[in-house]
């Protein structure tokens, strides 16, 4: 029996190590090209992009090569786990363009709500001179930078919250030279 049974388990492995090795390139091709469409999509109208590595930051350009923002990606922990965020703003870090979520483990219909085309288009938009706020039992205001916490789901909206108020401090330091 404890031959069969570890003969089993090496088949077992050997096959999830084999399945690994084959399609581990083509996630990772997977993920590459959803970072790319995001881009396009949390700010809208850009035809060229041009990733800067020391800022980790893309610079948006439209179609006569003028700069209309930048995307950049965020990871933070949220209720079940890590949050992965591509963030998009305007020229003067001052305006967000929108938001798109890239991994999520938040809990199905409720903190995975953080992905919807509704909690998304509050940050199309908002202006975060000021900072962003997550509220909760009052109406959200894009001119203050504030945005309604999912129900039931404010862990996780707090969170991506948090999330893109840290990164934004970040690229508005590495692009204005250390300056905020």
Request: proline share 3%; charged share 20%; with cysteine.
């Given at each position: 029996m404890v031959v069969v049974l570890t003969a089993a388990g090496l088949f077992a492995g050997g096959v999830l190590a084999y399945v690994y090795r084959a399609t581990s390139a083509d996630i990772e091709a997977n993920r590459v090209a959803?970072?790319?469409?995001?881009?396009?999509?949390?700010?809208?109208?850009?035809?060229?992009?041009?990733?800067?590595?020391?800022?980790?930051?893309?610079?948006?350009?439209?179609?006569?090569?003028?700069?209309?923002?930048?995307?950049?990606?965020?990871?933070?922990?949220?209720?079940?786990?890590?949050?992965?965020?591509?963030?998009?703003a305007d020229a003067d870090l001052?305006?967000?363009?929108?938001?798109?979520?890239?991994?999520?483990?938040e809990t199905p219909g409720l903190g995975a709500k953080i992905s919807t085309d509704e909690f998304r288009a509050q940050f199309a938009g908002l202006s975060v001179a000021g900072g962003l706020t997550v509220v909760k039992n009052e109406p959200a205001d894009k001119a203050r930078g504030r945005v309604q916490a999912i129900t039931g789901a404010t862990i996780s909206s707090n969170a991506v919250g948090r999330i893109v108020n840290l990164r934004l401090a970040e690229v508005r330091g590495a692009l204005k030279g250390g300056s905020e």
């Open positions: 959803e970072k790319e469409r995001a881009v396009g999509v949390v700010v809208p109208g850009t035809v060229e992009k041009r990733y800067d590595d020391s800022s980790a930051v893309y610079e948006c350009l439209d179609g006569s090569g003028q700069l209309i923002g930048y995307a950049f990606e965020a990871v933070g922990s949220g209720f079940q786990g890590p949050i992965g965020l591509m963030i998009g001052l305006t967000l363009t929108g938001l798109y979520v890239l991994e999520s483990s």
